[in-house]
């Protein structure tokens, strides 16, 4: 599902905003039959923000969960821009528990720029929430899978897009904080969520080449028939794990191995280069931030052939320019 990615950030955040971009309203007509969605989190309210109910796919019945978002502003403000409350999360994982209990795979849609951060959204326990869909995903004994359709910004997409499978659309951008929010905190002006964008390195091809998704969705032609594609082809994959088990085991191995791997490649290039391995990123450039040389590469190749067990030859050496790009071809080679 990979592909090029032709268009430049500043493109992609005018499509992600673009008023008539699908919302979940238009994936739950489109993709499903016979949606029914459902309400309230038994405990405090409703929160239209989070769509969430049970549809069948395929012939399969599943759960969806997804951000809402408006094509109006009047739309927007009664779904409160897609920013949830604590009230939405906890909707959202009542109904995965739900589709745990009755093995329903678990779709989720993320387009959001974060959570809610008013005073009522903490005082209800804004971060428990989230950090409680974060724990409970993990674990949850049904496959899952999270596509970006278009913003997926901070805590507030990651408690929706703890899965199996992460995908993105083409056009979508994935980061542990907004642009706009970036540039807020970083350069006291929001209006250059543009060049924030662009040096987190959120869009697509950035997260595939990390790791950090599974695929991307192209836009081109039917978007709709794209999608539905992507999703047949990965309940397929999930089903043909066999045992819940097995597939929980593998998520959980999954993420251990990639989040250790990181650290490991991290502590080897600190005592190389004598470098601080916790301001290390996947972004982190061998050459430019470490002061690499070419000699240094070559004896780093060799570390890592005899840490992981792999055969670097000289010309893939010379393309692993960061980090990231190190952590991918171990993982394509182990």
């Not at 905003?17 to 739950?28: C, F, L, V």
């Not at 191995?253 to 650290?263: A, G, L, P, Q, V």
């Amino acid at each position: 599902m990979s592909m090029k990615d032709k268009l430049p950030v500043r493109d992609k955040m005018r499509i992600i905003h673009d008023s008539k971009r699908p919302t979940i309203d238009d994936y739950t007509k489109v993709l499903f039959d016979d949606f029914i969605e459902l309400h309230g989190d038994r405990g405090y309210a409703d929160d239209y923000a989070i769509c969430a109910g049970i549809a069948t796919f395929q012939g399969i019945p599943v759960t969806v969960i997804g951000h809402r978002k408006g094509k109006t502003t009047e739309e927007n403000i009664k779904a409160n821009f897609a920013m949830a409350h604590p009230e939405g999360y906890r909707k959202a994982l009542r109904l995965a528990k739900q589709a745990e209990k009755f093995h329903r795979p678990v779709i989720c849609f993320v387009d959001t720029a974060g959570a809610f951060c008013g005073v009522g959204a903490e005082e209800r326990g804004q971060g428990e929430a989230i950090a409680r869909c974060l724990s409970d995903f993990m674990a949850l004994r049904t496959p899952v899978i999270s596509i970006v359709t278009g913003e997926g910004g901070s805590g507030g997409a990651l408690a929706l897009a703890v899965a199996d499978r992460v995908l993105m659309l083409e056009n979508a951008i994935y980061s542990v904080i907004s642009p706009r929010g970036c540039a807020s905190i970083l350069w006291k002006d929001a209006s250059r969520e543009i060049e924030a964008a662009e040096r987190l390195k959120i869009i697509a091809d950035d997260l595939l080449s990390f790791g950090m998704i599974e695929g991307i969705i192209p836009e081109s032609g039917s978007l709709m028939r794209n999608i539905k594609k992507a999703l047949a082809d990965q309940l397929r994959e999930l089903y043909a794990v066999g045992q819940i088990d097995q597939l929980l085991e593998q998520k959980i191995f999954f993420i251990k191995r990639r989040t250790t791997m990181f650290e490991k490649i991290c502590e080897l290039l600190a005592e190389k280069f004598d470098a601080d391995a916790a301001s290390m990123t996947m972004d982190t450039k061998i050459k430019e931030d470490l002061n690499a040389d070419s000699l240094d590469i070559v004896e780093l190749m060799m570390d890592l052939e005899e840490n992981f067990g792999i055969s670097i030859s000289d010309e893939e050496a010379m393309k692993m320019s960061t980090i990231g790009d190190i952590c991918k071809y171990i993982e394509e080679h182990q």
